[in-house]
DNA sequence: AGTTGCCACTAAAACGTTTTCGTGTTGACA
DNA sequence: TGTCAACACGAAAACGTTTTAGTGGCAACT
């Protein structure tokens, strides 16, 4: 087992001080020409390689980033890390990742651990529970430490920082005008509580649309689901209120979901109650991933870029992070465009 | 902006020694106990953390581990990491991404940059470019240097080290007798090149299958996808190859599928060539995931638990990391057990 | 009174770097 | 010959901890 040479031993081997041997790895011009090659070619030798943690200790910066997701397993939220990754790597930064599993406490306690040195800042998406508690004080301490936050779709407006967001309301709308374009009459909305700002959002911009088109609102046919923060375990529950739904409003022909989940399902459900799609019913979803893309039949949905949010994300904390002393220039929140893919469940 | 106190300006503002706090906020029974009162009120006040860069510079480890595999948008890793993240943050651990994206290049940066210090162990999946090209040095060198690593999943043989796995072969044999069982008397297999390991394994299983009921194998019915490293971004090409093989085999009436993609895939164009399923043909596919779960009609797969591997990696790699002075036991190679869940696409 | 032992605390080293400030040697120049 | 600059290098501090090895004072014991 070789160990990793530090500067010291290389410093004894060479007979030369610690100094010296870095000075000569960084090209210094204090350091003579044939010392340097002597240094370097000993360094290369033994592979050395400058210890990370030391380095992070003496600059009180580590160049590594924190993710805080509500859970990992969702293709939305991998496709972001994916993109923060992309470019974290190419700025020479690492990524560390932390799950709140839709829980505060672990948010919290993620929050916590890599708040003492171990990242640089902080890249978040707000679990659910910590939206509908509405307590943001680990939030806000954190920012209060000096340590830059930057938030991706699920956002918190009463906290100042960066922000990467979608517009979806306007997204919403078009989706849903999309719909009405396709000849629904009567369209229906699967969202979730209002806690969770995109669900609001999304149904907001699901009423503009009718508004807009003069089509009475009927509250019957916006179904919030309550997930209990945790989609996953739940799926019987969760077919069970669409399916008590869909009873309940026999005559929709056009569905707009706020994720591909929701949306899946409602298509399992109307199939399973004989209705044929896209000709009885048509369905749109937003966030799209691979479900979206081999559900049968393969359905329409809007795109939220997810890679680009993650790439933009990074992006503004990475600026932040490089020139935290100069000007404090105020936040931004960067919207990302999104965009219909349509396929085959509308017509 | 709070800035985090460090030990010296507790020890400064309460005017005792530096060594005094520490060894008061660790409750040694060197200090008084008003002292102690003292430092720890004041600690609390001022929220007080120790930094955990020094920590890991003193101690040699950093209490993180890296993970590194090929794509982090795929549900079986993402379930993996999420098993790992919760053993690993449950014994104090922190969790470091690394996305090889399937590159040789990109794994050996990976492997080199969090080798620094930044981590004190690897829990490796490892990437397709990297098995097809048989060089495994940076994975000697790593741990050569000390750096335990555990492999999951995609493993290699010739690397001493602890690995996790599934028993490819024993499951695979078992999900194509489900097949013949269900009455297939023509079955085909869609898997990858023979340089994944796994592709290779899952393959021989068929084999023996076939073999132990005295079917004779049709190599023609043996379909190895090419996907050049990167599946996701070669769809088309992909639904093509699984095309020319339904018309070249005709007969085919069950297909073992080695992942999800491949399976659903073979679906669509097969419910395109107007077979039903699974009346005309059945299919089982290999991990289990949502694409499985919300397919038309739902995939019968062969679950993996990949919850469960990231778990046992965690522990196998925190385990030796733990008592890395003991006695150096010999590397283990677990076997997670997997499980058929029967769904609609087998009779 | 002198020794011993305990108590409560401090000094300093160590982890691996980078960087500031010296410092001794050389050569050139007046 | 004496002065100065340039050169090539070293010592030491600093980042924030923990830990080992003291240290001074006091009480108890002989």
């Given at each position: 087992m070789k160990q990793?040479?530090?500067?010291?031993?290389?410093?004894?081997?060479?007979?030369?001080?610690?100094?010296?041997?870095?000075?000569a790895l960084r090209d210094s011009k204090e350091i003579g020409e044939k010392t340097k090659e002597r240094v370097k070619a000993f360094a290369k030798l033994y592979n050395y390689r400058p210890n990370n943690i030391a380095l992070s200790l003496k600059n009180k910066k580590t160049k590594t980033l924190g993710v805080i997701i509500p859970e990992i397993v969702h293709h939305f939220f991998t496709t972001v890390i994916s993109g923060i990754e992309k470019f974290a790597n190419e700025q020479g930064y690492n990524v560390i990742v932390g799950l709140s599993n839709e829980s505060f406490d672990k948010e919290v306690i993620n929050l916590d651990m890599l708040a003492n040195g171990s990242i640089d800042g902080f890249i978040l998406s707000v679990a659910k529970e910590t939206l509908s508690k509405q307590d943001f004080h680990h939030i806000a301490?954190?920012?209060?430490?000096?340590?830059?936050?930057?938030?991706?779709?699920?956002?918190?407006?009463?906290?100042?920082?960066?922000?990467?967001?979608?517009d979806d309301v306007a997204t919403s709308k078009k989706?849903?005008?999309?719909?009405?374009?396709?000849?629904c009459k009567k369209i229906g909305i699967i969202s979730t509580m209002d806690y969770v700002s995109v669900g609001k959002l999304r149904t907001r911009g699901y009423l503009e649309a009718l508004n807009h088109n003069d089509?009475?609102?009927?509250?019957?046919?916006?179904?919030?689901?309550?997930?209990?923060?945790?989609?996953?375990?739940?799926h019987e529950a969760l077919e069970k209120q669409i399916e008590i739904y869909f009873e309940s409003n026999p005559e929709v022909d056009g569905i707009f979901a706020v994720n591909e989940i929701y949306a899946i399902t409602a298509m399992k459900i109307a199939r399973k109650l004989?209705?044929?799609?896209p000709e009885d019913i048509q369905f749109i979803g937003f966030t799209d991933g691979v479900l979206s893309q081999h559900a049968y039949p393969p359905l329409t949905t809007v795109s939220q870029h997810g890679f680009?949010?993650?790439?933009?994300?990074?992006?503004?904390?990475?600026?932040?992070?490089?020139?935290?002393?100069?000007?404090?220039?105020?936040?931004?929140?960067?919207?990302?465009?999104?965009e219909i893919v349509e396929r085959e469940t509308t017509k």
């Open positions: 990793k040479p530090t500067l010291k031993v290389i410093a004894r081997e060479l007979d030369v001080s610690v100094s010296t041997v870095s000075k301490e954190t920012i209060d430490q000096g340590i830059p936050i930057v938030m991706f779709d699920r956002v918190i407006d009463e906290i100042p920082c960066d922000k990467v967001i979608v989706a849903v005008q999309q719909l009405i374009n396709s000849g089509i009475e609102v009927d509250f019957n046919a916006i179904l919030k689901i309550d997930d209990k923060f945790h989609a996953a375990t739940e004989g209705k044929s799609i680009e949010m993650g790439e933009e994300a990074a992006r503004l904390l990475i600026e932040r992070l490089e020139k935290q002393d100069e000007e404090t220039e105020s936040y931004q929140t960067v919207v990302v465009n999104t």
